[in-house]
């Protein structure tokens, strides 16, 4: 399996992005997959994630209400639309396959940056 993230930027706070996960190889439908991110100088943190056969989703308590996870399996992609973005949220966001809501992942994306100016 193999992961790549995408639409990372620059924005500004309040306004929205939306960044992608293309997954390459079979994925089960008991596949989970997550979004993480690591901000400047601190450690990687569990941001939303997604059970790839029913769909269920858990997000972090920082982002719920702001980000939304989904995935559109017909072409192996999972989204995560982030709106009213805060400084906070500037970070590297990595997508990953693995126990949902966890740190502890079997495959990892190559992470794509999105920074949000005040």
């Known amino acids: 399996v193999q992961l790549q993230a995408s639409g990372g930027g620059l924005v500004q706070a309040g306004t929205s992005l939306r960044v992608s996960c293309t997954i390459s190889?079979?994925?089960?439908?008991?596949?989970?997959v997550n979004w993480i991110r690591q901000p400047p100088g601190k450690e990687r943190e569990f941001v939303a994630g997604?059970?790839?056969?029913?769909?269920?989703?858990i997000y972090a308590n920082s982002v719920k209400g702001r980000f939304t996870i989904s995935r559109d399996r017909a072409i192996n992609t999972v989204y995560l639309q982030m709106n009213s973005l805060k400084p906070e949220d500037t970070a590297v966001y990595y997508c990953?396959?693995?126990?949902?809501?966890?740190?502890?992942?079997?495959?990892w994306g190559q992470g794509t940056q999105v920074t949000v100016s005040s």
């Open positions: 990953a396959v693995g126990p949902i809501a966890t740190l502890s992942q079997r495959y």
């Open positions: 190889g079979r994925l089960l439908s008991s596949s989970e």
């Open positions: 997604i059970r790839w056969g029913y769909g269920t989703t």
